[in-house]
């Protein structure tokens, strides 16, 4: 019997997300108001913003994880649930690390939608998973155990689990968060290689230098939407002010506005 599944098909002429006028309640309260953006296929979009700003979120929201109070959100046309073609990426914080699971199930994880319900996965699909982790760098630790791994290796199996999924739509909270100069670098030349296959990605992160750096557009919130765009024109005076208020400093220099303040968090590691 043929299966069938209930994934959107996308609009052709569609952008890959547009959100018009959403707010979303969370824990009781208002976590995001009225926002506003369009994102178009191959955008590597940095989302910046205090604790608290609504970035997770934001991409909950997107993911379909929650519901929006007001407002649309379309992701290729469509509403949100309902989308195979989303990656999502938790921050490692959320995931339990003790789940006896290998990298090589991990990334298998990413097919389940492919696959349907209750069934087992074919060569086709080991294929796949093979293939996502030689583009991450981690077919030689494909058996080990996933809590083993250091924190840069988990953060590349995760995104395998999402190039195994066949993902259009990365959205990834925080995934640089932690790791040393070394891993943070395999993972933005692993995005990099990502966005030149055509995936679009939106990336939370603390690091308001590492985003102009290294991405394209910025999505500045805290709670509103404050700026969306490039890098330059998004980090304003004015709106490092609205989003941070005295958590930064700003100087100026002969080089432009530097930012001096704790736009980063966490020990480090690999």
Not at 24 to 45: C, F, K, Q
Not at 123 to 151: C, T, Y
Not at 165 to 181: C, H, I, K, R, Y
């Amino acid at each position: 019997m043929a299966r069938s599944h209930r994934w959107h098909q996308h609009e052709p002429t569609a952008p890959v997300l547009e959100l018009a006028d959403v707010s979303v309640r969370y824990d009781g309260t208002v976590a995001l108001e009225h926002i506003s953006l369009r994102v178009e296929p191959g955008a590597r979009v940095a989302v910046v913003g205090p604790n608290g700003a609504g970035k997770s979120t934001l991409f909950k929201a997107v993911a379909g994880v929650i519901q929006a109070a007001s407002g649309t959100i379309r992701v290729y046309g469509h509403g949100p649930g309902g989308h195979i073609c989303i990656g999502y990426v938790p921050q490692r914080s959320h995931v339990d690390w003790d789940f006896p699971a290998n990298v090589r199930d991990v990334v298998m994880m990413g097919r389940t939608g492919k696959l349907g319900l209750f069934r087992w996965p074919r060569r086709a699909d080991w294929d796949v998973v093979r293939h996502s982790l030689e583009q991450v760098g981690m077919q030689d630790l494909a058996h080990k155990q996933i809590g083993e791994l250091s924190g840069g290796q988990q953060q590349r199996v995760f995104i395998a689990r999402a190039l195994a999924q066949e993902a259009e739509l990365l959205l990834m909270d925080e995934p640089l968060t932690g790791l040393d100069t070394p891993a943070q670098e395999d993972i933005l030349h692993i995005l990099t290689s990502l966005q030149a296959q055509g995936v679009t990605m939106l990336v939370a992160t603390h690091d308001l230098d590492l985003a102009a750096q290294h991405f394209d557009q910025v999505l500045l919130l805290n709670r509103r939407l404050i700026g969306f765009g490039p890098p330059p024109a998004v980090f304003t005076p004015d709106n490092l002010r609205a989003a941070y208020g005295g958590h930064v400093t700003l100087l100026d220099t002969d080089e432009g506005t530097l930012v001096i303040g704790d736009t980063c968090c966490g020990d480090q590691e690999g």
